[in-house]
């Protein structure tokens, strides 16, 4: 096979053999190193535990904070009746503010976080009756 390469403005033609046929897969060439086949392991995990109804009627009547952030206003008090999607706290996390509304209507039990309160992911806010 023949082939014309240019380097610093002058033309050279040269003629290459092929040795090896690309198509084959090689193996690439990582040292000295010997190759070890790789292996999989699952690790055993536990079994789902069915949640039973009292635990999902209780985690029903929570408000949980949705991301990690601190607590910049709060709308909402204990005995105060809420319709679903009323706004009751606002969060403020990486300089977004994220509102937390009322996922059903209901009444409020009490209020688990104040103004300027640091919350974590998932943190009960506040507990309907």
Known sequence: ???????????????????EDDAAP?????GPYPVVPATLQS????????ETVAETAADDKLCRSPVAGVVIKVNVE????MRADELMIVLEAMKMETNVTASRPGKVKSVRVAQGDSVKANQVVVEFE
């Open 1 to 19: 096979m023949k082939l014309q390469i240019g380097i610093d403005g002058k033309t050279y033609e040269v003629e290459i053999e092929v040795l």
């Open 26 to 30: 090689r193996m690439p060439n990582y």
């Open 43 to 50: 690790a055993p995990t536990a079994a789902p535990q069915p």
């Open 78 to 81: 204990p005995g105060q009746t």
